[in-house]
């Protein structure tokens, strides 16, 4: 007697992988903003996580959320047959310094946003475009121009209206000498996160022609996850694992996965463009989840920074994509 429940089952698989696909193409230009969006909310989703963790170090959190970047993207990797080393000893050892610069940013963005409200910490952190073109400019000898030494000018005005130093704004009676130096030791986190990130996305344009987005990926993953526990141990600083930090962890790390996964999706259906414009939604939840989660409202300076951040970006991207084209 022949067995045909398995057959029809992969029948209606094949079935709807076929329809899954079909639509994808049909609808692509909708579809691609419907992966960021959801890719934007995980994200923003592991970040407001982070100030759930009680009674871990910042690198016991790292640590987790590397291990759910690694573990899922293997299995992805290895039932899709994709190569799990590079060839060549240069992208080998590239890799793993973007590993370790990535894992480095991951411990300071999430300092940042222990000590910084999230909408502050988000929007700092998303300066890092204008810091990997001085950085680019100083590496791969990319020419730097008067629009991006205005750029420059223009976020560093936007940072000093969020943090608000008491030398330049005097010192209000709601916050004292102590708020502002933990406030500047905040932004100083998130900016540090930048620019490690921001040197991480200099070596992925460096390899990017010879490997493939997912293991770009895993390389971040596994090595981070070999490295971690060694700084872990060395800096003393271990929390106790319980239940409930321990599962929202795991959570802010899925969150990660799921932010990075749909993120792939949205760019494999249109340009980096696109995706990246779409990125900036991370600040308009940050703002969201502040307000009406944390009861945090910012003062009228930090939006004003904000807005100021937020535009240079927009236009500095905006006159990259107009330059290629013309």
Same mark, same amino acid.
């Given at each position: 007697m022949i067995d045909t429940s398995r057959n029809a089952q992969e029948s209606l698989i094949a079935i709807l992988k076929r329809k899954y696909n079909t639509y994808l193409l049909e609808h692509k230009e909708v579809m691609c903003y419907v992966f960021a969006i959801m890719s934007n909310i995980f994200f923003s989703l592991e970040t407001f996580s982070v100030?759930?963790?009680?009674?871990?170090?910042?690198?016991?959190?790292?640590?987790?959320?590397?291990? =759910?970047?690694?573990?899922? *993207?293997?299995?992805?990797?290895?039932?899709?047959?994709?190569?799990?080393?590079?060839?060549?000893?240069?992208?080998?050892?590239?890799?793993i310094i973007r590993g370790l610069l990535s894992l480095l940013a991951q411990f300071f963005y999430y300092k940042g946003y222990m000590i910084l409200p999230l909408a502050e910490a988000a929007v700092l952190f998303f300066t890092n475009p204008v810091i990997t073109t001085v950085i680019a400019s100083c590496l791969l000898s990319e020419k730097f121009e008067v629009k991006d030494l205005a750029a420059c000018i223009s976020c560093i005005t936007g940072i000093i209206l969020i943090i608000k130093p008491?030398?330049?704004?005097?010192?209000?009676? *709601?916050?004292?000498?102590?708020?502002?130096?933990?406030?500047?030791?905040?932004?100083?986190? &998130?900016?540090?996160?930048a620019s490690s990130r921001s040197l991480a996305s200099i070596i992925i344009r460096k390899v990017s022609k010879q490997v493939s987005g997912l293991l770009v990926t895993l390389h971040y993953g596994a090595t981070s996850s070999l490295f971690a526990p060694a700084l872990?141990? *060395?800096?003393?600083?271990?929390?106790?694992?319980?239940?409930?930090?321990?599962?929202? =962890?795991?959570?802010?790390?899925? &969150?990660?996965?799921?932010?990075?996964?749909? &993120?792939?999706?949205?760019?494999?259906?249109?340009?980096?463009?696109?995706?990246?414009? &779409?990125?900036?939604?991370?600040?308009?939840?940050?703002?969201?989840?502040d307000i009406?989660? *944390?009861?945090?409202?910012?003062?009228?300076?930090?939006?004003?920074g904000t807005v100021l951040i937020c535009v240079t970006l927009f236009t500095s991207l905006y006159q990259n994509l107009t330059s290629k084209q013309s």
């Amino acid at each position: 007697m022949i067995d045909t429940s398995r057959n029809a089952q992969e029948s209606l698989i094949a079935i709807l992988k076929r329809k899954y696909n079909t639509y994808l193409l049909e609808h692509k230009e909708v579809m691609c903003y419907v992966f960021a969006i959801m890719s934007n909310i995980f994200f923003s989703l592991e970040t407001f996580s982070v100030k759930k963790v009680q009674g871990l170090s910042v690198m016991q959190i790292s640590y987790f959320r590397c291990l =759910c970047f690694f573990v899922p *993207n293997y299995f992805i990797a290895k039932f899709s047959g994709e190569e799990m080393l590079p060839k060549g000893k240069l992208a080998n050892r590239l890799l793993i310094i973007r590993g370790l610069l990535s894992l480095l940013a991951q411990f300071f963005y999430y300092k940042g946003y222990m000590i910084l409200p999230l909408a502050e910490a988000a929007v700092l952190f998303f300066t890092n475009p204008v810091i990997t073109t001085v950085i680019a400019s100083c590496l791969l000898s990319e020419k730097f121009e008067v629009k991006d030494l205005a750029a420059c000018i223009s976020c560093i005005t936007g940072i000093i209206l969020i943090i608000k130093p008491p030398f330049i704004f005097g010192s209000s009676d *709601n916050e004292g000498q102590d708020s502002w130096e933990i406030k500047f030791l905040g932004a100083s986190f &998130m900016l540090i996160a930048a620019s490690s990130r921001s040197l991480a996305s200099i070596i992925i344009r460096k390899v990017s022609k010879q490997v493939s987005g997912l293991l770009v990926t895993l390389h971040y993953g596994a090595t981070s996850s070999l490295f971690a526990p060694a700084l872990i141990v *060395n800096s003393g600083s271990m929390g106790t694992l319980t239940l409930q930090n321990t599962s929202t =962890c795991i959570f802010l790390g899925i &969150m990660g996965f799921l932010g990075q996964l749909f &993120m792939a999706k949205a760019l494999a259906l249109t340009k980096a463009s696109k995706v990246s414009i &779409m990125g900036y939604m991370q600040i308009v939840f940050a703002y969201l989840l502040d307000i009406f989660i *944390n009861d945090n409202i910012p003062d009228w300076l930090s939006v004003v920074g904000t807005v100021l951040i937020c535009v240079t970006l927009f236009t500095s991207l905006y006159q990259n994509l107009t330059s290629k084209q013309s």
